[in-house]
């Protein structure tokens, strides 16, 4: 028979996560209208200053869209000043006049998006920082939406983001410890803290995003893999303390009650002694039980087969190469 000596619950356990480290703002800059790129004046790795230029567009098409609406403004704006006069002097009706001020109005807006989309001509950079990645090349016809440029702002902290099982992450709160390990950092362990925990699931996987603020070194990179620690808090009880042992030494569980097969090292030798505890649930491979004594070991494998009283033989755990015995 195998056996094993009870251990005290997980009240402190540890879980990992891996995840890519990156600045908690990087923006994915684009244009706003369409046009050919007639500029980019960055690369991977420059850095940039808020209100840099990154990039430019041939403002052609959208300069002639605002002379046109310019002059369309104008006359609108001189109808509208007839209207009057001829209103003033009983030549026409009221609704005429309401007509002139609503096409200079529109007129107007129409003028005011064009300057707009003209001072999207060109690409600034919203933040101090560093480009990440140069997405498109002098030349090329980019599009509404379309990523040209990714900065970094390097003010923002280095954060981690990571998938987690959903019951890993109930034990985990917001503040916690972590340990960080990143491979271009070798046999060094950086800290951080949980920042935030995602309120939902991944619909396939069932994992919920960590965030980890990382403590910046002049050596993290954005996009680097990084493997974090994270220390699970036991929940709160009320009830006594549960001591974990192997799922297969729990015999006949059923609601808060159980049953194991403890050691009892008496007289007449090593017996297996039939022994009521209280069952609190499995966690992982293990199960909870209290009402076992300090250094009980009780039988695991093999537990199906050994009735109450029997007497049994354990062999020295180190001759198997670990801790269980027979």
């Given amino acids: 028979m195998e056996a094993v000596a009870v251990s005290a619950p997980r009240a402190a356990g540890g879980v990992t996560a891996t995840g890519t480290l990156e600045r908690r703002r990087e923006m994915a800059l684009s244009f706003r209208i369409a046009g050919v790129l007639t500029r980019v004046a960055v690369e991977a790795g420059d850095p940039v200053r808020a209100g840099q230029v990154l990039a430019t567009i041939d403002p052609a098409a959208v300069d002639a869209r605002q002379q046109a609406s310019s002059a369309d403004l104008d006359k609108a704006r001189r109808e509208l000043d007839r209207a009057r006069t001829l209103y003033a002097k009983g030549y026409v009706a009221k609704a005429r006049l309401d007509d002139a001020e609503s096409a200079v109005r529109s007129a107007s ?18 933040a101090s920082g560093v480009v990440l990645e140069r997405r498109a090349q002098a030349g090329e016809v980019v599009q509404p939406g379309q990523a040209v440029v990714s900065v970094a702002d390097l003010n923002s902290p280095l954060v981690l983001r990571a998938p987690l099982p959903d019951r890993d992450v109930a034990g985990i709160g917001v503040g916690a410890p972590v340990e960080v390990t990143v491979d271009a950092l070798p046999g060094q362990v950086l800290a951080g803290r949980v ?3 995602g309120q939902s699931a991944d619909a396939r996987t069932g994992a919920v995003t960590v965030e980890i603020e990382v403590a910046a070194r002049p050596e993290l990179r954005s996009g680097q893999i990084a493997t ?8 709160a009880s009320p009830g006594p303390a549960f001591a974990r042992v192997p799922a297969e030494a729990v015999l006949e569980a059923s609601g808060g009650q159980a049953a194991v097969l403890r ?8 017996r297996a002694r039939r022994t009521p505890v209280r069952f609190g649930g499995f966690d992982g491979d293990d199960a909870l039980v209290a009402g076992l004594p300090d250094g009980a070991r009780v039988i695991t494998a093999g537990a199906g087969f050994v009735s109450d009283g029997d007497r049994v033989t354990v062999t020295d755990p180190k001759a198997l190469g670990g801790k269980s015995g027979r």
């Fill in 228 to 235: 974090a620690r994270l220390a699970r808090r036991a929940p």
């Fill in 263 to 270: 050691l009892d090292n008496g007289p007449g030798g090593m």
């Fill in 109 to 126: 807006a129409a003028y005011g998006a064009a300057a707009f989309d003209r001072r999207w001509a060109q690409l600034v950079s919203p």
């Fill in 195 to 197: 920042t935030r925990l």
